[in-house]
């Protein structure tokens, strides 16, 4: 198992859980942010996450063939005008300071091992209300893309990449596949919609800071599309 942050850090996330969710669900109600939502089923093995390179440890690993329930494969993505910045310089300055685009009132990045700035092997926890804390590994890193993989315990089990390109504007994107890490996360995901609620502000959030980090303006909203994958192991 990766081993607990510092006690302080901790009581400092748990003190501020009540005043960070009722400061999200004002900012969720009150979004301005277009959001472009689509849902479908998609067709196993075409929605499967990257491969993970021998050169990162399995050890706690908690990859989609540990969860229970269908897989999801949601995108996030946006375009961005009015900006210079190319997708390495952006990419660069989010892998500084996870917590710079994160919305830190409700959930907050704490590193577990590793040094500066975001590196391979790298370990963190994502500090969130209730049930929702969740510990990751970095198992890629290019100059225009991170890659983050689930290890043991937490809510899900699967990957999330965020990548940055350019042709006439710069884009970015959050990308993920994932299943439930357990039975009770699946009721939270998939039947009582909490998980996926939280989850899509989360990332929409961090899109939105995204864009200001890039000096630009957002360019049509966030698309939002998700590839819901039947799992007959789990008769979903």
């Keep these: 198992m990766p081993r607990n942050p510092p006690l302080g850090p901790r009581l400092s996330a748990v003190a501020l859980w009540p005043f960070g969710i009722s400061l999200t669900s004002w900012n969720y109600m009150w979004r301005t942010t277009p959001m472009h939502r689509r849902e479908k089923l998609g067709a196993f093995p075409a929605d499967e996450p990257p491969p993970i390179s021998d050169q990162v440890s399995r050890r706690d690993l908690q990859g989609p063939e540990d969860g229970v329930g269908p897989l999801f494969h949601r995108r996030y993505r946006t375009r961005i005008r009015d900006t210079s910045l190319p997708p390495d310089r952006l990419v660069k300055q989010i892998c500084q300071d996870l917590n710079r685009l994160a919305p830190t009132e409700f959930a ?26 969740g510990p990751v590994r970095v198992v890629d890193v290019t100059p225009t893309s991170f890659r983050l993989a689930t290890l043991r315990g937490h809510l899900e089990a699967g990957q999330i990449e965020f990548r940055a ?19 009770i996360s699946n009721l939270l995901y998939q039947h009582l919609r909490m998980a996926k609620e939280v989850q ?32 007959l192991r789990d008769g979903a």
């Excluded at 502000?201 to 980090?213: C, D, G, I, K, N």
């Design 165 to 183: 390109a350019r042709d006439e504007k710069l884009h970015f994107s959050i990308e993920s596949w994932a299943r439930s890490g357990d039975r």
């Design 108 to 133: 907050r990045f704490h590193k577990l091992r590793g040094g500066d700035g975001l590196q391979l092997h790298d370990e963190y926890i994502v500090h969130m209300p209730g049930p929702w804390n």
């Design 200 to 231: 899509l502000h989360m990332w929409t959030s961090f899109l939105e800071r995204v864009v200001r980090l890039s000096g630009g303006r957002m360019d049509g909203g966030i698309d939002i599309e998700t590839h819901r994958v039947a799992d």
